[in-house]
């Protein structure tokens, strides 16, 4: 029977940039993660779904914005993840092709998503992994518009 590691997912949330101060104390986003297999094994692997829940009125920049001054949504493994966990390759939705107003400088539409979406992020489990629970963390990365504002 194989030794088993158990996997924790602890999600830190960066949201980027702040609101209107009359915004600031509303909950733009909200996220929540649950890894497919919990415990897993040494030498296997997972993939962590990662729900991001935005607020109505609001949008937050896909994982390819079209203008390079947007900040992209991210999600990654972050430096202080235990030894022997390693990620692939996040898989994000397809974005939401946003139309802007005549005469606003730069693309003519933003890719957004909206409502409630899911990122996918792979981790493997080297073979030698330390036995016992450990907690990833994860770093999701995003940038929270409303209609008028950044």
């Given at each position: 029977?194989?030794?088993?590691?158990?996997?924790?997912?602890?999600?830190?949330?960066?949201?980027?940039?702040?609101?209107?101060?009359?915004?600031?104390?509303?909950?733009?986003?909200?996220?929540?993660?649950?890894?497919?297999?919990?415990?897993?094994?040494?030498?296997?692997?997972?993939?962590?779904?990662?729900?991001?829940?935005?607020?109505?009125?609001?949008?937050?920049?896909?994982?390819?914005?079209?203008?390079?001054?947007?900040?992209?949504?991210?999600?990654?493994?972050?430096?202080d993840s235990p030894?022997?966990?390693?990620?692939?390759?996040?898989?994000?939705?397809?974005?939401?092709?946003?139309?802007?107003?005549?005469?606003?400088?730069?693309?003519?539409?933003?890719?957004?998503?909206?409502?409630?979406?899911?990122?996918?992020?792979?981790?493997?489990?080297?073979?030698?992994?330390?036995?016992?629970?450990?907690?990833?963390?994860?770093?999701?990365?995003?940038?929270?518009?409303?209609?008028?504002?950044?």
């Amino acid at each position: 029977m194989p030794r088993l590691f158990s996997l924790f997912a602890l999600l830190l949330f960066l949201v980027v940039p702040l609101v209107p101060a009359n915004a600031a104390a509303a909950e733009l986003v909200t996220l929540r993660a649950a890894p497919a297999n919990d415990p897993v094994a040494r030498g296997e692997a997972t993939t962590v779904a990662v729900e991001i829940r935005i607020s109505p009125r609001y949008h937050i920049q896909s994982a390819a914005p079209h203008d390079p001054n947007l900040i992209a949504t991210r999600v990654a493994l972050a430096k202080d993840s235990p030894a022997g966990v390693t990620a692939g390759t996040p898989r994000y939705p397809v974005a939401e092709e946003l139309p802007l107003p005549a005469g606003v400088p730069g693309p003519r539409t933003l890719a957004i998503y909206q409502k409630t979406i899911y990122l996918q992020i792979p981790l493997q489990v080297a073979a030698d992994a330390p036995l016992g629970e450990r907690t990833v963390t994860l770093l999701v990365t995003t940038q929270a518009c409303d209609d008028t504002s950044c």
